[in-house]
């Protein structure tokens, strides 16, 4: 029933949390990662948008639960894998964010293709 607005509303919202954090000097990978059941590399619902509104990017609760259910693909799942997240973040950078690519070292471009 979301379809392609769906995706486009989570996508854009991806690219508005990645500048956050770049302003912030932190990649999703160390954001994430700090954020993770000890150990486990798990991040629940709760803490992916308790962190997330941290960000002060003025996102309702109901929004980050979307995205959440975007980033496991499906609402019934509460725990998401710490590389399930990382890689959402990092599949809609290559895809939308221009500026992103010309700060990437030349060895990340090397390892990305």
Known sequence: ARGYHGESKCA???????RRLEERGESPLSFFRARAVSGESLISREDFVSCISLLGL????LEL?????????GSDRDTALLEEVVAAFDTQSHLG???TMS???????????
């Open 65 to 73: 639960v979307e995205l959440f259910a975007h980033v496991v693909n």
């Open 97 to 99: 964010m221009q500026s």
């Open 12 to 18: 854009g919202l991806i690219r508005s949390i990645r």
């Open 103 to 113: 700060i990437v070292s030349p060895e990340a471009e090397r390892v990305l293709g």
């Open 58 to 61: 003025g996102v309702g609760h």
